[in-house]
């Protein structure tokens, strides 16, 4: 079985450029993460849909990040303009359900560097 | 803001021994459970706990929660070089939501 997929896997951008990543999670798994992972810091959660709802982006920065899941299968993350405080990595997760029970399975991530 | 914090940040020790991290947390939980990060495969689930539990296994790995000190402690037995990885801890709180610690940097020399 296929793990989530994520793409690209790294992107260096300049800033003010926009930039965006990809994500497909488990077939079957109704609920999808993005979090962002600093240097030597665990992943914090930016926003998790349940299928094609996002229930939880209260961590958004929504003045210039923005994502969608249509059709509640593949994910896409946006940052427009980044600046240099964006760099970090971008992880996507997926779970069969939101409950507080489920295993969340990880993609590798992009590395995102803004020069 | 994350939640959990690792004791230590960084543990260096020989293959063979075992190794112990801790996590200490602020708010009542539902469940914890530790991840392990590596540079080849991201981030993996380890063991789950939940809140009326005290202690679980899972092959070489020991999981213990004290609920009433807001801790747990994850147990490596019998270390090898493989298992070189950040180590995070990640509470579930009221909402689904999961927060995750600053993570132990584990080093396992051969």
């Known amino acids: 079985e296929a793990g989530v997929v994520q793409s690209p896997r790294y992107k260096i951008i300049e800033k003010k450029q926009p930039v965006a990543f990809w994500c497909n999670p488990i077939?079957?798994?109704?609920?999808l993460y993005w979090y962002l992972q600093n240097l030597g810091q665990g992943p914090e959660l930016l926003i998790r849909?349940?299928?094609?709802?996002?229930?939880?982006d209260s961590q958004l920065p929504k003045d210039r990040f923005s994502a969608e899941r249509l059709k509640g299968v593949d994910s896409t993350l946006k940052i427009q303009p980044a600046e240099l405080g964006d760099s970090a990595v971008y992880l996507c997760?997926?779970?069969?359900?939101?409950?507080?029970?489920?295993?969340?399975?990880f993609g590798p991530g992009t590395r995102l560097t803004v020069l | 803001s994350q939640q959990g914090e690792e004791d230590p940040q960084a543990l260096s020790i020989q293959e063979g021994e075992n190794a112990t991290m801790n996590c200490s947390y602020k708010?009542?939980?539902?469940?914890l459970q530790w991840y392990r990060q590596n540079s080849g495969r991201g981030l993996v689930h380890l063991i789950l706990?939940?809140?009326?539990?005290r202690e679980k296994h899972s092959g070489r790995l020991r999981v213990t929660l004290d609920t009433s000190k807001k801790s747990s402690s994850l147990l490596i037995t019998a270390s090898r070089a493989a298992d070189t990885a950040s180590y995070f801890c990640a509470t579930n709180t009221g909402g689904f939501k999961t927060i995750f610690g600053a993570g132990t940097r584990l080093f396992v020399k051969a």
């Open positions: 849909y349940e299928n094609e709802e996002a229930v939880d």
């Open positions: 706990i939940r809140s009326n539990e």
């Open positions: 708010t009542s939980i539902n469940n």
């Open positions: 997760a997926s779970s069969l359900s939101g409950s507080f029970a489920n295993e969340q399975f």
């Open positions: 077939s079957g798994h109704n609920t």
